[in-house]
């Protein structure tokens, strides 16, 4: 009898899964989440990974303010958004920007890395208008 209820189990928790969503569900849940979850997520499978590159062609406009990267406000002072990350970012949606929101760019970029920081937001972001 147990080995019933296991399987019922298990079969409810499948049939519950997030995974019985559909795709354009799946997009529309991953761009609501913050840019470094949206990062993470890629990891969790190949549907995943798939769908989640593929959410990042309708953002339109990109905040490089602290809240949309979902760090926690007690741990800003160790959390460092370096010209690497903009870039990782950037390679999945830059081709698609319309506008960089960098007046609350808690950015850490020195003046040495401020030009390429700035040559990678101009060669990842050919259709930038603002």
């Not at 913050?34 to 406009?61: M, N």
């Not at 406000?73 to 920007?97: D, F, H, M, N, S």
């Not at 808690?106 to 101009?122: A, E, P």
Request: charge should be positive; glycine fraction near 2%.
């Amino acid at each position: 009898m147990n080995n019933v209820i296991k399987i019922i189990l298990q079969n409810d928790i499948t049939n519950t899964s997030i995974q019985i969503l559909n795709d354009d569900c799946l997009i529309h849940i991953f761009l609501q989440l913050s840019i470094v979850d949206r990062i993470r997520i890629e990891r969790v499978c190949k549907r995943w990974k798939a769908l989640s590159l593929e959410s990042w062609h309708s953002v339109k406009r990109l905040d490089l303010s602290y809240s949309m990267w979902g760090f926690l406000p007690a741990l800003l002072k160790y959390r460092e958004i370096t010209t690497c990350t903009i870039r990782k970012v950037l390679l999945r949606c830059g081709l698609y920007l319309n506008e960089i929101n960098l007046s609350n760019a808690t950015v850490n970029v020195h003046h040495s890395t401020l030009h390429s920081t700035l040559t990678i937001v101009g060669k990842l972001c050919p259709n930038l208008q603002k």
